[in-house]
T-cell receptor, first 109, second 114 residues
Framework: GQNIDQPTEMTATEGAIVQINCTYQ??????LFWYQQHAGEAPTFLSY????GLEEKGRFSSFLSRSKGYSYLLLKELQMKDSASYLC??????????FGAGTTVTVRA | DAGVTQSPTHLIKTRGQQVTLRCSPK?????VSWYQQALGQGPQFIFQ???????QRGNFPDRFSGHQFPNYSSELNVNALLLGDSALYLC?????????????FGPGTRLTVL
């Protein structure tokens, strides 16, 4: 199984940058995912990392360090619509996806 | 292209009853996973179906069972409902042949057990 830890809440101002950290402990590792979930809605896929380094996708970037069991999601140029829960999920060699409890990001004007 | 669909949207049951939730995967997807998400928590893996067989299972009791049909759609059955089964049940589909094999989630079924 896997243990995924991420902060519960973060608050930032519109236009700012926020970094959501995630640490994981795995027995086998086959990728780290980030999902965005707005209240009352389904999670939507944001990013996937399986090799060390930074993956950039527009305003969102995700970083992975396998040796440290660490990932972060970077949200740039924050917009009000970015207010949501961000879920870090690790996939083991058994292809099970284990989610953290989610980080609620609140963007203020 | 329709995404993942689930039915019903909401459901209210009483303790001891049984419930069946349904999921149709995204077009081209062959694998269906089910998750339980309690309020304020991340989704918890229940099980995964591929080629009409349960391939992986999380830490859920045997009261939780499922099925996958030849058209890849799936059902989740929960027997002898408990108050603690109240949650959002999410279905996610994926394709074994996809680059990341990422999962696409349906809108979920909100189950309330009274």
């Amino acid at each position: 199984g896997q243990n995924i830890d991420q902060p519960t809440e973060m608050t930032a101002t519109e236009g700012a940058i926020v970094q959501i950290n995630c640490t994981y402990q795995t027995s086998g590792f086959n990728g780290l995912f980030w999902y965005q979930q707005h209240a009352g809605e389904a999670p939507t896929f944001l990013s996937y990392n399986v090799l060390d380094g930074l993956e950039e996708k527009g305003r969102f970037s995700s970083f992975l360090s396998r040796s440290k069991g660490y990932s972060y999601l970077l949200l740039k140029e924050l917009q009000m619509k970015d207010s949501a829960s961000y879920l870090c999920a690790g996939r083991g060699n058994d292809y099970k996806l284990s989610f953290g409890a989610g980080t609620t990001v609140t963007v203020r004007a | 292209d329709a995404g993942v669909t689930q039915s019903p949207t909401h459901l209210i049951k009483t303790r001891g009853q049984q419930v069946t939730l349904r999921c149709s995967p995204k077009s081209g997807h062959d694998t269906v996973s089910w998750y339980q998400q309690a309020l304020g928590q991340g989704p918890q893996f229940i099980f995964q179906y591929y080629e009409e067989e349960e391939r992986q299972r999380g830490n859920f009791p045997d009261r939780f069972s499922g099925h996958q049909f030849p058209n890849y759609s799936s059902e989740l059955n929960v027997n002898a409902l408990l108050l603690g089964d109240s949650a959002l049940y999410l279905c996610a589909s994926s394709s074994q042949g996809a680059l990341y094999n990422e999962q696409f989630f349906g809108p979920g079924t909100r189950l309330t057990v009274l």
